[in-house]
């Protein structure tokens, strides 16, 4: 009786499905190559991780003092920062300025960026309107750049400007209206630094407010500020 030669083939496996829990759980956070902020925003530059750099005009990083104890954050470059490559020199800009004056506490000691590096827009005629970025896009900015941002600074308090700002600082949806007002204090970040926080509105909500209703919510803006001065050098 022959018997037939054993086959040297072996057998291929269908790959193993995911758990749930493994689908649901986010990409690790990625740690800093770069040493400082200056090798970081020179990787920045270079960022592909997301398609918002295909119609933005440049990465736009943050800037300030790399031994800043303040950071503040707010969503993402404006028309004027995507030209000008600098984070608040728009309208929102000024603003901030001046409500950063008012409440004591200076900008040049201070650290600013955005939760998102490029400008996401929809153009409309000859203007470019600003988009709101979704959940990847700010999840994915977040673990690039913010948290090595904020890791290589290591601040004591970081303003979160805005609903995108708050969702890339504590890494989940945060109501504005129940959070501003107070400093939460030692809160660990989804950058994994320690830091205190302030929740407030971002300034271009102030540009959107009723005429009638513009200086007391600029006012409300800048006493949530005012929880910063503690922390501004003297």
């Known amino acids: 009786m022959i018997h037939p030669t054993p086959s040297t083939r072996t057998t291929r496996r269908a790959p193993a499905k995911k758990s749930a829990r493994e689908l649901r759980s986010p990409a690790p956070i990625a740690r800093p190559t770069a040493r400082s902020l200056t090798a970081l925003r020179e990787e920045a ?3 592909r991780a997301c398609p918002l750099w295909k119609n933005a005009t440049q990465t736009v990083f ?6 800043a104890r303040i950071v503040l954050i707010g969503e993402q ?8 490559g600098k984070p608040f020199v728009g309208p929102a800009g000024k603003l901030l300025d001046r409500a950063l004056e008012q409440a004591g506490v200076e900008r ?3 650290y ?10 929809e153009p409309r005629g000859k203007r470019r309107i600003h988009k709101k970025p979704n959940e990847h896009e700010i999840s ?10 904020l890791r290589l600074i290591e601040p004591d308090l970081v303003i979160a400007m805005g609903a995108t700002a708050a969702r890339a600082v504590f890494g989940r949806a945060t109501a504005i209206g129940k959070s501003r007002g107070h400093i939460i204090k030692g809160q660990s970040l989804a950058s994994e630094i320690g830091a205190d926080v302030i929740v407030t509105v971002h300034p271009s909500f102030l540009l959107r407010v009723p005429d009638e209703d513009r200086d007391s919510a600029f006012q409300a803006f800048v006493e949530d500020l005012k929880l910063a001065r503690k922390y501004a050098p003297a």
């Open 45 to 47: 530059e270079h960022c």
């Open 62 to 67: 943050g800037e300030g003092r790399a031994t």
């Open 77 to 84: 470059p404006g028309d004027r920062e995507d030209l000008a």
């Open 108 to 110: 040049t000691q201070t």
């Open 112 to 121: 600013v960026t955005n939760a998102v590096k490029h400008f996401k827009f």
């Open 140 to 149: 994915v900015c977040q673990q690039h750049w913010l948290d090595n941002e």
